[in-house]
């Protein structure tokens, strides 16, 4: 049974940081990508970065430049580190990780979600 456990969410005053880590109950090889979502109230989930196994990186034009992902294979654990944070960015973060099944083809997995408050 895959899991995925977010840490790290909380309030925070606009132009600060928070730093988002996702821990896999296996192997982050495993997974073809992972990443982090976001989803505001009356909103749709929406994506905000994504890395792959072979490091290569994804970002929502809206967190560009303030945001980084980052994956610590020894850990198991995928990192979001959001700096320059705004009101906007409030919503609850869930990590994502994809699995290619054989003859299943992708298979999404989902955290809890951990919510990020930004106000002052």
């Known amino acids: 049974q895959v899991q995925l456990a977010e840490s790290g969410g909380g309030l925070v005053d606009p132009g600060g940081s928070l730093r988002l880590s996702c821990a896999a109950s296996?192997?982050?090889?495993?997974?073809?990508?992972m990443g982090w979502y976001r989803q505001a109230p009356g909103k749709e989930r929406e994506l905000v970065a994504t890395?792959?196994?072979?490091?290569?990186?994804n970002y929502a034009d809206s967190v560009k430049g303030r945001f980084t992902i980052s994956r610590d294979s020894a850990k198991n654990t995928v990192s979001l580190q959001m700096n320059s944070l705004k009101p906007e960015d409030t919503a609850v973060y869930y990590c994502?990780?994809?699995?290619?099944?054989?003859?299943?083809?992708?298979?999404?997995?989902w955290g809890q979600g951990t919510q990020v408050t930004v106000s002052s």
């Open positions: 296996g192997s982050i090889f495993s997974f073809s990508a």
């Open positions: 890395i792959t196994s072979s490091s290569i990186t």
């Open positions: 994502n990780g994809e699995k290619i099944l054989p003859l299943l083809g992708s298979k999404h997995y």
